[in-house]
């Protein structure tokens, strides 16, 4: 069971193997992943003009940035793109509009194609470009749903997912966490649908068929947003509500009803939140993430509907990201440990207030069993929270690793300096980078300031720079554990030895997180007709709870359990979020028999998909055929 890989390693090993250009002169503050010259001239803000075609699977109009040069012989500008046709730039400069020249550089693969726009000698410091585009119908951000894609299956639906480097293949622009932007869009759409974005959304907007949106806080690109679909709103409290579609509405207002007190404990522990409202967007199961921390607007998969709110740390984690990440960004995806472990942190934090510590200690467990099986297959010089990065994919380059290893960082420092003390540093640490982007290193600068420098301090630059530059977990790390899971898996194995009956099992009163850690501690050699009286009697096969499934169905494909493959095949057409899916598909392909039986699978329901969930898991195939 140890083999079973985690969606994102597989991700990296890919991007890991594949041949690239050392580079000598590494400089951990650079963005390798864009094109743009952001040190000669940085964007300020976005204007866009929108027509969402679903006949064609398109967005067709106008982006105009507003650039400030700061290097005065600049010549050209250098924007990201990605499968974008141009059809004309020209700048805008005192009220005047002219054409200006522009060429597409060469492609690569990962991150699309540079536009280089020439720059007319003499022009000011301050200017408008405005450019006339259309996006590809295969759009790496864009996911195009037909009606049958849909919960409600009589409206086409499109939404974008731009972190980390897929911005770029719907707007051209400077694509890296490193610069903000402010935004207004104007979206025209099918009168019937609503369009919604990473902006001011507003609740009561009639649906008119043409939208406008403001987004005053200036945010990196990868927090570009957009969705058009047949949603409607609920309200959750006063500065929170779900914007869904109608079949999943009285659902999704029961399962996020905590939602307004969530983000009321998040002000009260790291300082104002900065955003206005805070609503979510449930999504059809083809959305590829848990959900994205869109400002004031999260995009969130439907797998967390379970009925029971036991899978809503999701929307902690994506809550807490308005302050880390949205309002202090990582200067670079190198640094994607201080969006995300500093995420994680504060979502535990957030559990362990609303619901309780037994709860955030079952779901530590968890996250630490998988940041295991992760630190077994990332190559060590990537296990560092901030490794060397210049090369791979920035998705997911490290699996699990910048969130739990990254979590456990924090802790680590929260028990030496003390929560009180800890809390405080945090609270002034979102007030002193607030709207701005941070590296590793400005973190360790910072923490040593306020409180490594500190006389008596209990903790070294050394010993905590072991976490950030070092691969593996230190050893004076703390150890999550829980007594619920300690004691699911002395059942699990009480149980596989014929010494308890599963009747015994108080599984009823189990959470989720029980039962799913029951069955990662089953052993290894667990005979066929003892799993199919577990499914009969716990229903595995038909759960509901998605990461049940994926527990479940990660099991069944490992150990070959072919009387659940019927169920395995409709939990992959079920979802399409990554997390649950691609290790199914990856544990099936190691099985030693059924490498093809997960392609053809995996060639049935990819249409279903979105395009970055096709290309991980293709890629996570190519792997599993690889190491073969
Ligand atoms: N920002 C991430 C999603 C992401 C990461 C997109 C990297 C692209 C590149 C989001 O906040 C996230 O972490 N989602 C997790 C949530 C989970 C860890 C609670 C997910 O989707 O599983
Ligand atoms: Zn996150």
């Known amino acids: 069971m140890q083999r079973t890989l985690t969606l994102v390693s597989f991700l990296f090993f890919v991007a890991c193997s594949q041949d690239s250009e050392p580079v000598d002169d590494y400089d951990p503050a650079r963005d390798y ?17 929108l027509d969402v075609d679903f006949e064609a699977s398109e967005l067709r109009g106008f982006a105009m940035l507003s650039m400030r040069r700061v290097d005065p012989t600049l010549s050209e500008v ?10 004309s730039v020209a700048i805008i400069e005192d009220g005047q509009s002219a054409p200006l020249e522009f060429r597409f550089g060469e492609t690569h693969a990962a991150f699309g194609t540079p536009l280089h726009i020439a720059l007319p000698a003499g022009t000011g410091d301050r200017f408008d470009l405005m450019i006339e585009y259309t996006t590809s119908p295969k759009s790496t951000a864009l996911q195009w749903l037909p009606p ?16 980390a480097v897929h911005a770029r293949s719907w707007v051209p622009l400077q694509d890296t966490p490193a610069i903000r932007i402010t935004y207004e869009a104007t979206i025209r759409t099918p009168a019937s649908l609503l369009a919604v974005m990473s902006a001011n959304n507003d609740p009561l907007a009639p649906r008119s068929g043409e939208y406008h949106f403001d987004m005053p806080q200036p945010i990196p690109s990868y927090l570009l947003a957009l969705a058009v679909g047949n949603f409607y709103f609920a309200p959750l409290g006063d500065d929170t509500g779900v914007y869904t579609e109608p079949e999943m509405l009285d659902a999704s207002v029961y399962e996020f009803a905590d939602t307004q007190a969530m983000l009321e404990q998040a002000e009260a522990m790291f300082g104002p939140y900065d955003w206005g409202r805070y609503d979510l967007l449930i999504l059809p199961p083809s959305f590829p993430y848990g959900g994205m921390e869109n400002p004031r607007l999260s995009f969130i998969t439907p797998s967390l509907l379970a009925g029971d709110r036991s899978l809503v740390s999701v929307i902690a984690h994506e809550l807490a990201h308005s302050w880390s990440g949205n309002l202090v960004t990582n200067a670079t995806w190198r640094d994607g440990w201080l969006n995300e472990g500093m995420t994680s942190y504060i979502e535990s934090r957030l559990m362990e207030v609303i619901y309780d510590e037994a709860r955030v200690d079952e779901e530590r467990v968890l996250m630490y069993r998988e940041l295991l099986l992760d630190l077994e297959r990332v190559p060590e010089p ?44 945090l609270a002034a640490y979102f007030q002193e980078f607030a709207f701005g982007t941070i590296t590793t290193e400005q973190f360790l600068d910072y923490l040593d300031v306020k409180l490594l420098g500190q006389e008596g301090a209990p903790l070294t630059r050394a010993q905590v720079e072991a976490w950030t530059f070092e691969p593996g977990l230190p050893e004076d790390a703390l150890i999550p554990t829980s007594t619920n899971l300690d004691n699911a898996a002395a059942l699990a194995d009480s149980w596989a030895a014929g010494e308890t009956a599963l009747e015994e099992i108080p599984v009823d009163d189990w959470s989720p997180q029980a039962t799913i850690h029951f069955i990662n501690s089953l052993p290894d050699d667990l005979a066929h007709d003892r799993l199919a009286r577990l499914d009969a009697a716990w229903n595995l096969s038909q759960t509901r709870n998605a990461e049940i499934g994926r527990t479940w169905f990660i099991q069944v494909a490992t150990r070959r359990y072919t009387d659940a493959y019927d169920a395995l095949e409709a939990h992959l057409n079920r979802y399409g979020r990554g997390r649950l899916i691609a290790p199914v598909y990856v544990a099936l392909a190691e099985n030693g028999q059924d490498r093809e039986l997960s392609l053809d699978l995996f060639k049935r329901a990819q249409g279903a998909y979105h395009p970055i969930a096709v290309s991980w898991i293709g890629a996570a195939l190519e792997a599993a055929d690889a190491s073969r």
């Not at 250098?78 to 059809?87: M, N």
């Open 33 to 49: 992943f864009t094109f743009s010259n952001t040190s000669a001239i940085v964007t300020e803000h976005l204007a866009l003009d």
């Open 78 to 87: 250098v924007l990201d793109t990605r499968d974008l046709s141009v059809g």
């Open 148 to 163: 049958e894609l849909t919960t409600g299956g009589k409206h086409p639906m499109v939404f974008s997912q731009s972190q």
């Open 382 to 425: 990537m296990q560092a929270l901030a490794p060397r990065l210049d090369a791979a994919d920035p998705d997911g380059f490290q699996g699990m690793i910048a969130y739990t290893k990254g979590q456990m960082f924090l802790e680590y420092l929260e028990h030496a300096f003390g929560r009180d003390a800890f809390d405080e540093f």
